[in-house]
């Protein structure tokens, strides 16, 4: 017995080395390849730690010439017997000199990435320095300004570096620029120098941050400090609208103390980082990104004016909640691999939501989560590449295809449901334990739900196997028997839209209207199928209403019933989860053909008083007016529909509901007597009595008689000298031989995009997509579709995360004939190895496409 005792302890003893020395050997050894590879990182993280990077760039003020730099990288290292791979996304002959530990060594570059021989190292500090011309693709480089973007892996791209999440490092950077430019960084500025028409700024040392989160941004910009709480926050922005100005800073100021406070509140820590900043960047790639201290916001999101409708405004509320909430959810606490990016997404949009919640109430709350996720998650989740919240990454190159609807949209429902489950408290509590443990670290989703666990009885691991870890949405059904005029029998059935059976454990209600009350049902669902046996014996009612509470996910039933009665529903909630049922149900092939539905909301136009509701229903009789509504009978219908919102738009009393139906009017006129109406409106700059045009309205209106005149010239130059603010005006000048009247112009415009200089403003780009592949000009732009998809790779690897999603939307979210579905069968079919997850960003936004070959037959 002691002996077997001790040979027992010897086997562990052995066994604990010999998986130490296994794992130690599985990435001792990682190979060279392109992007950082997960073996690479895991490696990394294991004999790296104690980073420092020291920059110092010196930026001319003409865009096109080189940036010349120096860097310095301080390291510990645990072993040095591999060569020390450094990111580098750039031409090895920009690397001018390398010296480590104070000795010059040779370039070696291979495959994006440095390599320092293990000879030249050694266990313990190391000093890496550099000096090159750095690579200017993520600086974003414009005539007088520039910012630097290095989500996901972008900032290999401008210098060395070890290009992972879990490598945290303090950052010393300097920046030495054109004279009367201002900068912003991570951190305040330590001092400055002026001298010779340049300008040399140094910076304090960072916090601890990713290199996706180091940014700066310098050029010509207007400055405003204030305080926000008891620090001293910066504005920088370059709008010249003084009335947007007027309007839009303080409020801005104003937005962040307050979600501020709340995280504070909420989370029980304080604000995580030194500094508080933005900048306000004209046509930014994304609506916001949130590097401490230098957050960047699209400047068309934050500057509104007097016209501004109350979607816009809580829009901004909600985008400057969803970027700070970043400090705590992904800056403080950060996702160990990429495939966990969701998770500081959805914390940013679920915390964002409840910022909005405590100030606009639960009422607007409910409804805005509503209308802002489910139909956004739903144009993903609906289609054959649907994938799941969770994903597997191999490489961070291939980060940006992660990104999408269902990480910012279906994850805060998901959220919504475990938050439900939990319980409001237990779940708070859950998650504040998870940022005090992980605080200035790095975790993963799998380190999250062990937490969250402890404070919950439910199996957590079994939900999480659905919600989280596959793709796709419960399809319901329900069957009613009746005895006389008394329920007999209720039962609701799920099953999957798509793909093998499972089952999404979550709640929802029904709501039984009847003629002088209503009753609501919750319904729990655990399983395939529940009979709601509370029911039995209840009189029938005139019509049900599910998900009448806007909680449930998935693909509800839709009583016709409730039809009839659709606009005078009192509850705006229970309107909007109608709304998007019908329409859901619509592309399904349910209950609704796209011409019947489209009159059934175009009822409503003058009814829905709810200014977000109504702009939900504008949005679905756009859609389906240009999708699923064949040329013929949408020219047949079109005066009508136009008469339709003409007069809805005259007996709506709020100027913001005035407005949402101008904009629809806008978006869907097409006769002689429309085009008329629309070019007084933009000539003689008088809207309608009641609405508020400013001038980014009247450029769009310009933008759109372009589009639909086969004869009207010189309105886009007319425009043009109507516009004060540079940065507009040069959005035009590019936006111009998109819409041009000559098809050769519009082809030359579209081959131009081929070369990557001239897709740098993201934004610019997919706008004029939408004009060139509008169905009013399909008959010229089909042939642009073919080389639209060959290109889809070649922008991945050179736009911004978002630009593939965005490009194969605005190239088709508009087609609907058999030529197009050809189009992407034969693309598909002749590239049968092709990128998996850039095949599910083609079928995700062709899924209207194919629907309508189905919807039009």
Known sequence: MV??????????????????????????APAIEPGVSLALARYRHSVISDIQYTLNFDIPADKNKGIEAKESISLVLKHNDQPLQLDLKQSPGKVHAIQVNNKQVPVKWEQEHLLIAPGFLRVGKNTISLQFTTGDQSLNRNDDYLYALFVPDRARTVFACFDQPDLKANYLLTLTVQAGWRALANVAIADSIS?????????????????????????KFNSVKQLVGNRKAEFLYRETDTTKTKLSINPTFTAHKDAIDFLQQWTGI???FQKIGFIAIPDFQFGGMEHPGEVQYKASAVFLDDGATKDMIISRSNLFSHETAHMWFGDMVTMQWFNDVWMKEVFANFMADKITEKLMGSETFDLKFLQDHYPAAYSIDRTQGANPIRQELDNLKDAGSLYGNIIYHKAPIMMQQLELLMGKEKFRQGIQEYLKKYAYGNATWNDLIAILSKHTTTDLYTWNKVWVNQPGRPVFDEKVSYTGNKISDFKITQHPEFGAMRVWPQSFNITMVYPSYT?????????????????????KPLYMVFNSNGIGYGLFPVDKGSTDSLFRINNPLQRASLYISAYENMLAGRYFKPQELLSIFSKGLTL?????NLRLLTGYIGNI???FIAPADRNAMAAELEEGLWSALQQQDK?????????????????????????????????PLGVKLNEDDYTSLALSIALKSDSATGVLQMQETRIANADRKKRLEFLMPALSLNEQERDAFFNSLQEVKNRQKEAWVTTALVYLHHPLRQKTSEKYLAKSLEMVEEIQKTGDIFFPQSWLQAVFGYYQDKQAAKVVNDFLNTHPHYNPKLKAKILQ?????????????
Do not use: C, H
């Not at 001298?195 to 050029?219: E, I, P, V």
């Not at 949402?660 to 007597?673: E, I």
């Not at 936004?845 to 037959?857: G, P």
């Open 3 to 28: 002996f077997k005792k001790i040979y027992t302890r010897g086997i562990i003893l052995f066994l604990v080395i010999f998986n130490a020395v296994t794992a130690y050997a599985q990435i001792s």
């Open 655 to 687: 100027p913001n509901n005035k407005k949402v139906l101008f904009r629809a009017y806008q978006d869907v006129y097409l006769t002689d007597a429309a085009k008329k109406n629309i070019y007084t409106i933009w000539q003689l700059q008088k809207p």
């Open 195 to 219: 001298q010779g028409g340049r300008t040399t700024y140094r910076f304090n040392k960072s916090d601890k941050l990713s290199t996706y989160l180091f940014s700066f941004a310098a050029g």
């Open 625 to 627: 007016y240009w999708e």
């Open 519 to 539: 009753k609501n049902i919750t319904v729990n669902m655990k399983g395939p199928s529940i009979d709601l046996k509370e029911v039995v014996g209840l009189d």
């Open 845 to 857: 936004n062709t899924d209207n496409l194919f629907r309508a070959q189905k919807l039009l037959n």
């Open 608 to 612: 829905e008083k709810e200014e977000t």
């Open 270 to 272: 304080p604000f995580p």
